[in-house]
């Protein structure tokens, strides 16, 4: 393709100029990324929120896990901290798209680069990477912490098994919040509604729906998204009626993938 | 070089209504020359700049740059440089970070950044965050963004919006070497004045259709109507005198309005008839008068003081 360029005072024609690549893009949404603070204090936010208080709750329940009345399992304390460390990852997935529209920038990054596809793309392809490094050792370093108090009690796990699945399940799963979050983002285009929309799903709404009867009511509770996403990150779940942990996480991935095309539709669409 | 062609953009407006914001419009913009878009507030300017850059969708019509849609340009930011808002930045992110994500998403060389940075003047504040800069700062930063890729076409949304005469000045010289470099130059404003000094080439809209479309000079003659104030005491007789010699004469409260002859002749006439003249005063309407008698009918929100309600 040719294009029309300035070189030197002077209009040229030339013939090798490359439409901007994945690549490019991708390293534009990287710098953007990481010159903004808010994406180091939600990042920090989750290690010290999925960590500490995987620790702090450990610490806080060992003697009670290793007695013998205890009715819960240790393996549904050992990432407990993921949790609460989810709602940053919710923020972080919110402020990549939301702040661009607040601010009006989603113009300057939409004629910078017409192919809006790519745009979505990136952003998601970087919240995953983040989100799910992130993710995976704060579940480690939740582990060491955790089980150092389980262990001290007699009831210590051993790294295996559904043990090790939830430590990069972690990762998958808060990668799967953060691009949750992201589609709906581009869809509402506004921080504060991205943020509560999807908290309310995850946290509220996903405990509510366990209150319509029948077969109905527990179809729904195990479809809703945090629901059906979250026991990938657990050993044990304490809700024993939601999916296994890889049909569920199969599950959040298609509504995830709704979410997106949903997204991709509306963003080539709409008005910037 | 821009191209529409019976461009048209109409928004929802409720009750299922719509509002045409843009109506249907064609025209040129040449290279080579800084073309004003010119118009009061809610004209269509912003509407159609980002029309052009491919933000906005037209309802109908189409709308070209260097031949081809901008969607399907080979390299957005070395084609065409815009700047629609300058409050369109990151607060927290610097004007270098926020320059660097934009060369890396074209491709363009980091080295870039600093050039454009001295070429607004901002280099000493460049890793300063955005939030903190003045709206001077701001705009010059987004032209510093219009820049990054060497535009041939260069596209500024009331660039000089909000800035001191300073910055003013600094941004018409800019627009000038531009143009005289051979790039394409589009500036819109709601201000004759400031385009008076910096375009060439006019391009006047309101309520979303072209009410004008000509060079400044050929605006300047069309437009800007004069007029020769005579003042005497016996003003009839001089009205009625001037009327019968075909010229244009008006009386307005206790003085004459004539067009079509210059002061000189006019008092001449006034002599040879014996009638004393007490003033003579060429008086000449200014561009923004011009300006305001043509988008009168368009304007879209009056103010309701004595002044502007004429
Ligand atoms: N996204 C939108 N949705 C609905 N109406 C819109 C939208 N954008 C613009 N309009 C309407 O279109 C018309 C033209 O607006 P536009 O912003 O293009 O004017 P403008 O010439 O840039 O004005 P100003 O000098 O105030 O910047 C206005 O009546 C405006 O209300
Ligand atoms: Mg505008």
């Not at chain 1, 901007?20 to 953007?32: G, I, M, N, Q, S």
């Not at chain 2, 020769?228 to 003003?235: C, D, E, N």
């Amino acid at each position: 393709m040719t294009a029309t360029l300035m070189e030197s005072g002077a209009v040229v024609e030339r013939a090798d100029v490359a439409r901007p690549t994945f690549a490019a893009v991708l390293r534009a949404e990287w710098v953007k990324l990481r010159t903004v603070r808010s994406t180091w204090w939600t990042l920090v936010a989750t290690f010290v929120l999925g960590a500490g208080l995987t620790t702090l709750i450990c610490w806080g329940n060992a003697d009670w896990l290793a007695s013998p009345e205890a009715d819960e399992s240790p393996g549904s304390f050992i990432t407990w901290g993921m949790m609460i460390a989810q709602i940053t990852a919710v923020v972080l997935g919110a402020l990549v798209v939301t702040t661009e529209y607040g601010t009006g920038m989603i113009r300057t990054t939409f004629a910078a680069v017409p192919a809006r596809g790519r745009v979505l793309a990136a952003k998601s392809l970087l919240v995953v990477a983040l989100l799910g490094v992130v993710g995976t050792v704060t579940a480690f370093v939740g582990y060491a912490g955790g089980n150092y108090f389980l262990d001290r009690e007699g009831i210590g796990m051993s790294m295996s098994g559904d043990v090790l699945r939830s430590m990069y399940g972690s990762g998958l799963y808060l990668a799967g919040i953060g691009l949750f979050t992201i589609a709906v983002g581009f869809l509402l285009r506004h921080t504060a509604g991205t943020i509560s929309i999807v908290l309310a799903l995850m946290l509220i709404l996903g405990n509510m729906v366990n209150l319509i009867p029948g077969a109905f009511g527990e179809w729904v509770t195990k479809l809703m998204p945090g629901n059906a996403g979250s026991p990938i990150s657990t050993p044990v779940s304490f809700n024993p009626n939601l999916f296994d942990a890889w049909t569920g996480f199969a599950v959040f991935c298609l509504e995830i993938a709704v979410l997106l095309v949903a997204a991709y539709v509306v963003v080539k669409r709409r008005d910037a | 070089m821009i191209r529409a062609h019976a461009l048209t953009k109409r928004f929802p407006a409720g009750k299922g209504e719509t509002r045409t914001a843009v109506d249907a419009i064609d025209f040129v913009v040449e290279p080579g020359r800084v073309t004003g878009f010119l118009g009061p507030n809610g004209a269509g300017k912003s509407t159609t700049m980002r029309m052009i850059l491919g933000l906005d969708a037209p309802t109908s019509g189409t709308v070209s740059v260097n031949g081809h849609r901008y969607a399907d340009s080979p390299a957005p930011l070395r084609e065409i440089g815009a700047l629609l808002d300058a409050h369109a930045i990151h607060p927290g992110r610097s004007a270098r970070d926020h320059l660097r994500w934009l060369a890396a998403s074209n491709g363009i060389p980091t080295t870039r950044v600093g050039e454009v940075l001295d070429l607004v003047g901002l280099e000493s504040v460049a890793g300063q965050r955005a939030g903190r800069f003045s709206l001077g700062m701001g705009q010059r930063l987004g032209i510093a963004a219009a820049m990054l890729g060497d535009p041939p076409v260069v596209v500024l949304d009331e660039p000089v919006n909000g800035l001191d005469p300073e910055g003013i000045r600094w941004v018409r010289t800019f627009a000038r070497q531009l143009a005289d470099e051979g790039r394409t130059v589009f500036i819109s404003s709601h201000l004759m004045s400031e385009m008076a000094l910096m375009a060439d080439h006019l391009l006047v809209i309101g309520r979303g259709q072209i009410l004008a479309d000509c060079s400044m000079t050929e605006f300047m003659s069309d437009h800007a109507t004069s007029y020769v104030r005579v003042k005497a005491p016996a003003l009839g007789d001089a009205a009625t005198l001037l009327g019968g010699r075909g010229l244009d004469v008006s009386r307005v409260d206790d003085e004459i309005r004539v067009v079509g002859l210059d002061a000189a002749a006019i008092g001449d006439t006034l002599f040879r008839h014996g009638l004393a003249v007490h003033e003579l005063t060429l008086v000449r309407s200014s561009l923004e008068d011009a300006f305001m008698t043509l988008t009168a009918d368009s304007v879209e929100y009056h103010a309701m003081t004595e002044g502007a309600a004429r």
